[in-house]
C-alpha cells in the first residue's frame, strides 16, 4: 500500500473511531443519561421514573445507541449538528460562537508568542551564536494553566491591573493571551535559537561574508533556510493554543470551545460534545494541512520532493549547578513533606499562613499544604513514569508502520490531552488511571516518528546487508540489530519527556479529570486552592513553584543527556 492511501485510511479510520466513541459516550460511561441530565437541567427536580422515561422518551434514548449515532450523522451530512439536551439550542450557533471565541484568544495568544519567540531569538539572528534557546525552552516548560494562576493572582488579585473572568473586551484578553502565548513562544523561540546556529556555520553564509554581503541580507536569508523544517512545528503550537486551552479558558471564565466541551463532557450533553470535538478535530488538521503547504511553498519546486532538513545543531548548556541546586531544592520539599501527615486536617488552622507548625501554610480544609505537596510529588512523577514507558512502547510497537499509523498520528496531534482526558473521564471515571491513559494516547506520534526515522536508517545500513548475505534470517536482523539500535535512542527520547508528562497530568488534575480529592496531586492542589487564591495565596504558590522548578529541572537535564539533534528532531 502506498504511503498516501495508507495515510488517508488511517486519517478517515482513526477519525470515525473518535467521533463513534464521542457518539457512545452515554452507554459505554455506564451511567443513565436520562439522569445526568435531569441533573443537569434542574438539580432540584426529583428523579422519579416518570421523569427519568419522559427524558428518554424526548430525546429518542429508547431507539438505543446506534440510532442516535446515524441519526447524528445523517444530520451531519446536512450541515445540522442537533439540539443541546441540556439547553434545547441548536448546537451549530453554540459551536461556531465558541469557536470564535477560541480563534480570537488563539490570534492574540500567537501575537503574542511571536513577540517572545523574537526576544528568544533575536540575539543569536545578530549574533550568530548564543544561548537563548536554554532560555526559551524554561519558557516553553511552563504550563499555560500555571501562569493563568500567577497572573490571576498577581495582575488581577493582588495589583487589580486586569480582569480576572469573562469575556466583554479588549482588557479580558490580556491575561489568558498571556498565559497561553509566553510557553509557545518559548517553544518556537528555542526551535530557531537552536536551530541558527548550525545554518550560520554553513558554507554559504561563509562566501556570503567574503563577498561583503551585509549583515540584513544574509539574516534574512538564514531565516529564510531554517523556516520551513519548523513550520510543521509552529502549526502544532498553533493547534495547541486553540484545543490545549481548556485550562485557560477554565480559569479566567473564557467561553471558548475547549471550556464549551468540558462543560459538555460534565453535563453529558451528547450533542454539543460531539459538534465541539468535530470542530477542535477539524480545526487541527485543517491547521495541519496549512502548515504542510506553507512548507511545500517556502520549499519551491526545487526542494519539494526532497524536503529540507536542518544539520545537527547544538544546544547550549546551562551551568552545571543549575540542575543540582533545583534538584537539591525538590529533594529537600519533596522529602521534608514526605515525613508528614498530608491528610491530618487543623480546623483551628484553615487557610493559616506558613508557621512553624506548618512551613507552607494550611489550606481550606486545614490540611498541610507541605505535606500535600511533598506526597503529591510521588504520585504525579510516578504516573508520568508509567505514561512514558507506556508511549515508548507504543511508539516502538507502531513506529516500524508508519505509513499505516501515519493518520492515526494526525488526529492524536489534533487532540490535545485535555479533549481526550474528557472521552475517558465519560467512559472511565475521572480519575489518575483515566488521566495516564488520555496523555501516553497522544504522546505517542513524536517517539513513533523517531523510531520509524531511526528503523529506516538501520534498516539502509551497511553492515545489515552483510547479515544478509551471510544468511540470516529477517527475524534475527529484526530482532538483534534493528530492535536494540531503535528502543535504546527512543528510550532516552520517552525520558526528556517525563516532565512534561507529568505537567500534562497535573493539568488534567487541575481540570478534575484526573486524580480526585483528598488525593494530594499538584494539579489538583492548584485547583482546589482556586476558591480562596485570594486569602491565602500560599496554598496556590506552593504547587505553582514546584511545578515551576520541575520545568526547569527537565530543562537542565536535557542539555546534559547526550541525547543528539538527530534523535529528537523527528517529533518535539
Avoid at 4 to 22: E, H, I, M, N
Avoid at 77 to 97: E, F, H, K
Avoid at 220 to 236: D, E
Avoid at 332 to 347: E, H, I, K, Q, S
Wanted: net charge positive.
Amino acid at each position: 500500500m502506498r504511503a498516501g492511501p495508507a495515510r488517508a485510511a488511517g486519517l478517515t479510520g482513526a477519525l470515525a473511531t473518535v467521533l463513534t466513541v464521542v457518539g457512545l459516550l452515554p452507554w459505554l460511561s455506564g451511567r443513565d443519561p436520562a439522569l445526568a441530565l435531569l441533573r443537569a437541567r434542574s438539580a432540584e427536580q426529583e428523579a422519579t421514573p416518570e421523569a427519568l422515561d419522559a427524558i428518554r422518551a424526548d430525546l429518542g434514548l429508547d431507539a438505543g445507541p446506534l440510532s442516535l449515532l446515524g441519526g447524528w450523522a445523517t444530520g451531519l451530512a446536512r450541515g445540522d449538528l442537533g439540539t443541546s439536551w441540556v439547553s434545547g439550542t441548536d448546537v451549530l450557533p453554540s459551536v461556531a460562537g465558541a469557536l470564535r471565541v477560541s480563534l480570537g484568544l488563539m490570534g492574540a495568544a500567537l501575537a503574542v508568542a511571536l513577540v517572545v519567540a523574537a526576544a528568544v531569538a533575536a540575539p543569536v539572528l545578530v549574533r550568530g551564536r548564543g544561548t537563548a534557546g536554554a532560555f526559551g525552552a524554561m519558557l516553553a516548560a511552563v504550563p499555560e494553566f500555571l501562569l493563568a494562576t500567577v497572573g490571576l493572582l498577581v495582575a488581577g488579585v493582588w495589583l487589580g491591573l486586569l480582569p480576572t473572568s469573562g469575556w466583554q473586551g479588549p482588557a479580558n484578553l490580556v491575561l489568558p493571551a498571556v498565559a497561553l502565548g509566553v510557553p509557545a513562544g518559548g517553544l518556537l523561540g528555542r526551535l530557531l535559537a537552536d536551530a541558527l546556529p548550525a545554518v550560520f556555520a554553513e558554507r554559504w553564509v561563509e562566501l556570503w561574508r567574503g563577498a561583503g554581503v551585509s549583515r540584513v541580507r544574509i539574516a534574512h536569508a538564514v531565516l529564510r533556510r531554517v523556516t520551513p523544517p519548523l513550520v510543521p512545528q509552529f502549526g502544532m503550537v498553533a493547534v495547541g493554543l486553540t484545543g490545549g486551552a481548556v485550562a485557560v479558558e477554565t480559569v479566567f471564565a473564557v467561553p471558548g470551545i475547549g471550556r464549551t466541551s468540558l462543560g459538555a463532557a460534565k453535563s453529558l450533553d451528547l450533542p454539543l460534545l460531539q459538534g465541539s470535538v468535530l470542530a477542535l478535530l477539524a480545526l487541527g488538521l485543517a491547521i495541519g494541512a496549512s502548515a504542510a503547504l506553507v512548507r511545500r511553498r517556502l520549499l519551491g519546486p526545487g526542494l519539494r520532493n526532497a524536503g529540507l532538513t536542518l544539520p545537527a545543531a547544538r544546544p547550549a548548556r546551562l551551568a552545571p549547578a543549575v540542575p543540582a541546586v533545583l534538584a537539591a531544592v525538590l529533594v529537600a520539599v519533596v522529602g521534608w513533606g514526605l515525613l508528614r501527615d498530608p491528610y491530618a486536617v487543623d480546623t483551628a488552622a484553615r487557610l493559616a499562613p506558613p508557621s512553624p507548625d506548618h512551613p507552607l501554610g494550611a489550606d481550606g480544609l486545614g490540611r498541610d499544604v507541605l505535606a500535600r505537596l511533598g506526597h503529591g510529588a510521588a504520585a504525579t512523577v510516578g504516573t508520568a513514569a508509567a505514561v512514558c514507558a507506556l508511549s515508548w512502547l507504543l511508539a516502538v510497537t507502531l513506529g516500524f508502520a508508519p505509513n499505516v499509523t501515519s493518520g492515526l498520528s494526525d488526529i492524536a496531534n489534533a487532540l490535545p490531552p485535555v479533549i481526550v482526558g474528557l472521552l475517558l473521564a465519560a467512559v472511565l471515571g475521572p480519575g489518575t488511571g483515566g488521566a495516564a491513559l488520555a496523555v501516553a494516547l497522544i504522546s505517542w506520534p513524536p517517539l513513533a516518528g523517531h523510531a520509524a526515522a531511526l528503523a529506516e536508517e538501520v534498516r539502509a545500513s551497511g553492515f545489515l546487508l552483510a547479515q544478509r548475505a551471510i544468511g540470516a534470517t529477517p527475524g534475527w536482523i529484526l530482532w538483534r540489530h534493528v530492535l536494540p539500535s531503535v528502543a535504546a535512542p527512543v528510550a532516552r527520547h520517552a525520558v526528556l519527556r517525563l516532565p512534561g508528562t507529568a505537567l500534562a497530568l497535573a493539568s488534567l488534575g487541575f481540570l478534575g479529570l484526573g486524580a480526585q480529592p483528598p488525593a494530594p496531586e499538584w494539579g489538583l492542589l492548584l485547583d482546589e486552592s482556586r476558591a480562596y487564591v485570594e486569602r491565602a495565596p500560599w496554598a496556590a504558590l506552593a504547587p505553582a513553584v514546584a511545578l515551576a522548578l520541575l520545568a526547569g529541572l527537565a530543562v537542565s537535564l536535557s542539555s546534559y543527556a547526550g541525547t543528539n539533534r538527530k534523535e529528537l528532531s523527528h517529533g518535539h
